[in-house]
Structures are given as C-alpha cells and as structure tokens.
C-alpha cells in the first residue's frame, strides 16, 4: 500500500486481479489439461490482450514456427473478427477468444473443408451445453445462439481462415459473463444473460477444446465425410435455421428467400424458394424471418 498524506493508505491502483468476477484464466492449469502426447493439442499459450488471435496464429502458421495443434487465447481482443470482416470485441476476460491451427490433409480432400466452421459449432455448443448448462442451438453457417428473455441471441461464433496450402485457422469467439449493459451491439447475447450455471471460462474452454478434438478426430477418421463422421446429423439437430423462412444476402448484393430445407454434402444451406425450386448457397448472410415451426 501507498501511504497518503493524512496516514492513511491509498487504494491500490487497478490491475488483473481487480475485477474478481473475472478472474484470469489458468494457462498452466489448461496446458496440463489438454496438452498431452498423441493428442491433438501441441501447444497452448495465453495471452493479455492482442487484435485477433487468428491473425496472430496465422502470421506463426505462415512462418511455420508452429505444429498442427496449436492454441492461442487471448483474454482481450481489441480487433477480433468475425465473417465478413465483422468486429468482435468484448471487455477483458468477459469472453472466451480462442484459435486453433489444424491440418486436415491429406486425409481429407480440400473439398470437405468447408465443414470445420459447421464442425466447430457443433463442438462449441454440446460443450457449452454441457458446462454452462445453457441451451444453445446453431444459426448457419457460424453463429451459437442462446435465448435471453423468450429471445434469440448471438453469443458466439466461428470463423476458419485457409493459410498457405495445407493450414486452416479456426477461431472461436463466445461472450461468457457480459452484462446488458455491455454488449456490442443490439441482439447479442450472452452465457450469463441465458443463465448459465458457470461462468468460470477454465472448464469451458477446456470442455470446448476437447469437444472440438473428438468431433476433428472423427470426422478427420471419416476422411471429412460428414455423415460417416456423423457431423451433418449433429448439426442439423441443433440448426435453429433449418425448417425456418430466411432471407439469404449473398455475395453482390443478391438477395434470395425460401424455407430452409437442408444441408446438403458440402454444407451449404439448402433453400426452397417460392417458386418451388431449391437453391444451395454456400455464403452469405442468412436472416431468420419467422420462429422455426
């Protein structure tokens, strides 16, 4: 303590321990956890604060400083991303911000890479499910929704970025302990707004990587076949998307709306519009316009 002027003592100036409803995560403690020879996860490092942590990995993965298996978390992002080159922040140690670096060749055409981001939430949300005790369910293609007062909202998300040839970066993002009062934007959500049992993010991220091994493991045995690995039967029974009218805002400005009927093999949603034809589209940004029924 500081000694102030009339012999009393100053109050100790704000640090990482200061907010004790969040408290920092344990790197040792996860490293012991998951860390460990024949597993998927090589390397786990956390960090203060840095601007996205696909970013940072990707830099390492393209200078090739890092294995197959490696974890970076941050516990603040002042730049973080999400699709579309959307930002994601959140206040320090409110969330969890976390990238893998994984390699799905050979054994797995480039073709079926586009179900990691599909993969990831499958994983996220039978985690979370199972940690926080929150219901959650999946938006196409990368958002994990909860439901806060009757309401859907986004508390996580997905983002896989290719890096050279044989990289794939998969960041998740998941608002855990925020307040109403801080979040980004209207329409977000969070663990503790959806009334989490635990806020304490070290099982979770624990819980959310190791769901995220076994789901990769399977589908990578499958040869990224995703019913064989059976991933498309998982996501489609916690897609809120799919039986729902959408509108789908695609690349160029294109906008298409049907029942969102499927997921076909490359985990593209299928729509049928009203005409009655069925489109399959691979990107965009997908709007629910009535509850699924």
């Known amino acids: 303590m500081t000694a102030t002027p009339s012999g009393g003592s100053a109050p100790e100036p704000p640090g990482r321990w200061s907010d004790l409803e969040r408290p920092p ?3 040792t403690g996860l490293r012991r956890a998951l860390v460990r020879p024949g597993g998927l996860w090589t390397s786990l490092d956390v960090v203060e604060v840095t601007g996205s942590t696909n970013t940072d990995l990707a830099e390492r993965a393209a200078a090739g400083t890092v294995p197959e298996g490696a974890v970076l978390v941050s516990e603040e992002q002042s730049a973080g991303r999400g699709r579309l080159d959307r930002h994601w922040v959140a206040p320090a140690r409110s969330g969890i911000f976390v990238s893998v670096l994984l390699r799905p060749g ?3 055409p480039v073709t079926r890479w586009g179900w990691l981001p599909l993969l ?8 979370v499910s199972r940690t926080a005790g929150t219901d959650t369910a999946l938006k196409w293609p990368n958002d994990l929704l909860v439901t806060v007062d009757g309401e859907e909202r986004k508390a996580g998300g997905v983002l896989s970025e290719r890096v050279g040839d044989g990289d794939v970066v998969l960041g998740i993002g998941l608002n855990v302990s925020l307040g109403a009062d801080e979040l980004p934007v209207p329409g977000a959500g969070s663990l503790a707004l959806a009334g989490a049992v635990s806020t304490d993010r070290d099982p979770i991220l624990r819980a959310v990587l190791r769901s995220l091994e076994q789901w990769y493991g ?7 076949d995703p019913a064989r690995s059976g991933v498309l039967e998982a996501y489609a029974a916690g897609c809120a998307t799919l039986g729902r009218t959408v509108r789908a805002v ?6 298409i709306s049907g029942e969102a009927v499927a997921l076909d093999g490359d985990g593209r949603l299928v729509l049928r519009t009203e005409g009655g034809g069925r489109e399959a589209v691979g990107a965009g940004d997908i709007v ?3 509850p699924r029924g």
């Open 25 to 27: 995560l344990n790197a």
């Open 106 to 108: 050979p054994a797995v």
């Open 120 to 127: 990831a939430g499958v994983a996220t949300a039978t985690a």
């Open 218 to 224: 399977d589908w990578r045995a499958a040869g990224g």
């Open 250 to 255: 695609l690349p160029g400005d294109r906008e």
């Open 288 to 290: 629910h316009l009535r």
